[in-house]
């Protein structure tokens, strides 16, 4: 870059909805604005859902792309020559391919750094992907995550070298989050956390780390803040009966709605915008708090596939028992004294 040359960075995310990375993004964003540093962005799947978060002046490109869809890679070329970005920033696994092979196409080459923030699932890594990883680092200028465990996660189970991965922790603004100078009304512990309700966020850890506390006697409340697929369906429930043998879990991921569910965890009795769990076995007090988000109807659409092939299936069946009897009465009739 040209010196005294503004500094231009084309960011590409997967989605922009109101999930922590991006939410993160557009933190940065705004905050280097009053630096002189320019910004656009490049969604690669849905809308901006959090558009209202970013500044105006920033330019927002929703590429709406298909699964495996090879002209991705085009839309993107085209998009890196009118923008004419200084660096381009890729942030996490599913906007790493089609920006890295969009970039080689795209002249003068601009130099493409990739952060890891991390998955959304606590599963293996495939090997296709631990091979193309492998492929698009040596193709990627800088290679950074935010964490010391994301970084042995990308050493130790996608196999990059150690020497190729940077680790830069996210900040926290200390001023912002400071403990609040209230009077406590109770003297139960308060113990909150906020996040995506996900299996790889693992609340149950801590729901059961609190039934353990509330076992040696102290008053103890859970506030968890989230939305996420291990919210349950109604967006309230009642966890009861549990003993002290059994300290209570989070949903099982089988059944994230437990509305159809007997034994401990049921159904709720009422709505409510800020729901409480009761585990009356152990005293303890659940919040959940519905955050702002998103509701997508992938179980319905699921349900309504299964619907329609089934009946399918049955007007196929149909067809076939239709045609068969056609053929036996026709060769019935040109068999005469055959009865």
Wanted: net charge positive.
């Amino acid at each position: 870059m040209a010196p005294g040359t503004a500094l231009h960075v084309l960011h590409v995310v997967p989605t922009l909805r109101p999930g922590g990375m991006e939410l993160a993004l557009a933190r940065v964003v705004n905050g280097l604005l009053s630096r002189g540093v320019t910004h656009s962005i490049i969604v690669l799947k849905g809308e901006a859902l959090i558009r209202d978060r970013i500044d105006p002046a920033v330019r927002i490109h929703c590429v709406h792309a298909g699964a495996h869809d090879p002209l991705v890679a085009l839309c993107l070329r085209r998009l890196i020559l009118s923008e004419a970005p200084s660096v381009i920033h890729a942030r996490n696994l599913g906007a790493w391919p089609e920006i890295a092979a969009a970039r080689l196409m795209a002249y003068p080459l601009v130099p493409l750094v990739f952060s890891f923030h991390g998955v959304a699932e606590a599963k293996p890594v495939p090997a296709r992907w631990r091979l193309l990883c492998r492929i698009l680092s040596r193709l990627t200028s800088e290679v950074f995550t935010v964490s010391e465990g994301s970084k042995r996660f990308l050493v130790e189970h996608v196999g990059l070298r150690e020497q190729d991965v940077a680790a830069i922790p996210n900040g926290v603004d200390t001023r912002r989050f400071a403990p609040a100078q209230r009077a406590h009304t109770t003297s139960e512990l308060l113990v909150g956390t906020v996040g995506s309700l996900a299996p790889v966020k693992n609340q149950a850890l801590l729901i059961r780390a609190c039934a353990r506390v509330i076992q040696q006697g102290l008053a103890l409340r859970l506030d968890i803040v989230g939305e996420g697929r291990e919210r349950p369906a109604r967006g309230t429930c009642s966890v009861t009966g549990f003993d002290r043998k059994s300290p209570p879990a989070w949903p099982h991921r089988r059944h994230p709605g437990l509305s159809q569910q007997p034994g401990p965890i049921c159904a709720p009795e009422r709505q409510r915008s800020e729901s409480e769990c009761l585990v009356r076995g152990h005293g303890l007090r659940l919040g959940l708090h519905r955050q702002p988000g998103r509701r997508g109807g992938r179980n319905r659409r699921s349900r309504l596939r299964r619907v329609a092939v089934r009946a399918w299936r049955r007007k196929c069946a149909d067809g076939i028992n239709r045609r068969s009897g056609r053929q036996s009465r026709t060769t019935a009739g040109a068999r005469p004294g055959s009865s």
